[in-house]
């Protein structure tokens, strides 16, 4: 059903993938548990998840992993980015831009950037954010 709407989507108003791309994941409240959910590291320790999304430059959420909240974004980029391509059918754009926060500035990310053919656009840690105090990434709006 995703993959139907998400095709429909693209041939009325058009994916907009080769430019930008968006990963990030945020921490939501799981106070009944499950098997994804784990001690939160922003909520005294209460029962959390994590979704790290993709999404294209319009914010359309392209794919989400589930995953307990105290893992850190970055080792969720390759299941984000892969479930993301599922959805697509025919997988990511070649030389598409990912925009990453700094919670992702590390060799390994570039690297994983890499092997899939990507570029990725990652915040440096330690620099202050290239978008002003009052703007939100279009991934964290979603």
């Known amino acids: 059903m995703r993959e139907m709407a998400l095709a429909a989507y693209d041939r009325t108003i058009g994916l907009e993938l080769a430019d930008f791309l968006a990963v990030d ?27 790290s999304t993709a999404v294209d430059a319009r914010g359309i959420p392209l794919g989400t992993v589930i995953a307990p909240a105290n893992r850190h974004d970055s080792p969720l980029l390759s299941e984000t980015l892969d479930a993301a391509a599922k959805a ?53 709006i979603v």
Do not use: M, Q
């Open 25 to 51: 994941g945020c921490i939501t409240k799981a106070p009944c548990g499950g098997e994804k959910a784990g001690k939160s590291p922003v909520d005294r320790g209460k029962r959390g998840t994590k979704r």
């Open 88 to 140: 697509l059918g025919g997988g990511l754009p070649e030389r598409a831009s990912v925009h990453l926060d700094r919670g992702y500035d590390s060799f390994v990310t570039r690297e994983r950037l890499e092997g899939r053919g990507l570029i990725g656009e990652i915040s440096e840690k330690g620099k202050s954010a290239p978008l002003g105090a009052t703007n939100r990434w279009v991934v964290e």
